[in-house]
């Protein structure tokens, strides 16, 4: 009997260190307090005789430009997505008979003038949006604020972040480069800008879609959910804490933070014991299987009061040639189908392919008590862009 506690406590000594060292090494202490706080909580109750709505929006860190890619190379990546995207979207559609939406986060300090265009003319086509994505390495606020602008100004011409209401005022969301929003890597310098969510504001930002980054250090605190994030210039990591967006609420603070879901995956666990991160992000390694659909919904990211509307933001870098098969072949193809085998036809349950400005304005709608049908709304705040 003693030989077996001894045996007992030796293994969960080991256990508990594996534990801390994966923990440590994955920055999970950051973000599992909050996991564990909203799992005590319960599920939000679904209201009866009302349909549960499944918002499904994936945004592209859209990188086809790398350090060691020749042209050729990088127009080969473009091209896999203004071919191959519209014949794989085009076997699929949601509840209200619409392809799947993609948003191409495409970064300023890379502007390319024939890339961009590509993206304009799958946007034309009714396949998704362009968004603005950015790195910068140890900015300053001043160097921030005038290489957005130039870069808004860049992609305005082709009639990107240019909204169909006739106002001359830009207008687009946000994913930071690097996983750094508001300074937040800044012991490694990935920012450098403390301001950083007042100066998104001042240039037209609605959103900031860059969460998670786990497991990444720059996670913020505050997880599955969308909530009003208030800048403090004198330090980084502002959007660590926030007030959720609420049914009869108003704005808040500086900028809207809009997270995809996290959670620990015991389904894909290290050493056949401890569980995985599923930070949402779809890549060659993670694809969009069952099981990983079925997490991010049961994160119930919602807006407070608004529980049947449900939103999963999915991640992923689209441009990189490893990540093809997840996000433009068979393997994309099967993700789809089972959104809507089990979404899409299934009772009580309706199946919604958004852009990040939808997945934003159907936000708006609900935070403004909207009700009904939610298509209506994927116009209710910000306009669709005029691409030329």
């Not at 077996?4 to 994955?26: D, E, M, N």
């Not at 950051?30 to 909580?41: A, D, E, N, P, R």
């Not at 980084?236 to 809009?258: N, R, W």
């Not at 400005?357 to 994927?378: C, H, L, M, S, T």
Request: with cysteine.
């Amino acid at each position: 009997m003693k030989i077996f506690l001894y045996v007992a406590a030796v293994v969960l000594v080991i256990l508990l260190y594996f534990l801390y060292r994966q923990g440590s090494k994955k920055n999970v202490w950051i973000w599992l307090g909050s996991y564990v706080k909203q799992k005590m909580k319960g599920k939000p109750e679904f209201r009866r005789g009302e349909p549960i709505h499944i918002f499904f929006c994936v945004v592209d860190h859209f990188e086809p430009i790398q350090e060691g890619y020749t042209k050729a190379e990088e127009w080969a990546r473009m091209n896999a997505w203004i071919k191959d995207y519209p014949q794989m979207a085009g076997k699929h559609a949601d509840s209200n008979g619409r392809v799947p939406q993609h948003t191409w986060f495409y970064p300023g300090e890379a502007y390319e003038s024939e890339y961009l265009e590509g993206l304009v003319g799958l946007c034309k086509m009714g396949y998704g949006d362009i968004e603005f994505h950015h790195h910068h390495y140890y900015e300053s606020s001043k160097g921030l604020r005038e290489k957005i602008r130039k870069a808004l100004n860049e992609f305005a011409q082709h009639g990107v972040f240019v909204t169909d209401n006739g106002s001359s005022a830009l207008s687009y969301g946000f994913i930071h480069g690097n996983m750094a929003l508001d300074n937040s890597r800044y012991e490694d310098k990935w920012c450098g800008v403390n301001d950083e969510l007042t100066i998104l504001k001042e240039t037209g930002c609605y959103a900031d879609f860059s969460s998670p980054t786990a497991p990444a250090n720059s996670q913020a605190r505050k997880i599955n959910a969308i909530y009003y994030a208030t800048d403090d210039p004198a330090k980084p990591k502002s959007h660590d804490t926030g007030i959720d967006v609420e049914v009869g609420g108003k704005p808040a603070g500086d900028l809207m933070i809009i997270q995809g879901p996290l959670a620990p995956n015991w389904v894909k666990r290290k050493y056949g014991i401890l569980p995985t991160i599923d930070n949402g992000e779809i890549h060659n390694n993670a694809p969009g299987t069952p099981d990983r659909i079925e997490r991010w919904i049961r994160q119930a990211i919602h807006v407070r009061g608004k529980p049947n509307w449900v939103f999963v933001k999915a991640s992923c870098h689209g441009a990189q040639d490893e990540n093809y098969d997840v996000l433009l072949g068979r393997q994309a193809d099967q993700m789809y189908t089972y959104l809507e085998e089990r979404y899409r036809n299934r009772e009580r349950y309706k199946l919604h392919y958004v852009t990040a400005r939808e997945f934003y304005n159907i936000v708006k709608a609900a935070e403004a008590g909207q009700a009904g049908n939610p298509v209506q709304y994927y116009d209710y705040s910000i306009p669709r862009y005029r691409y030329r």
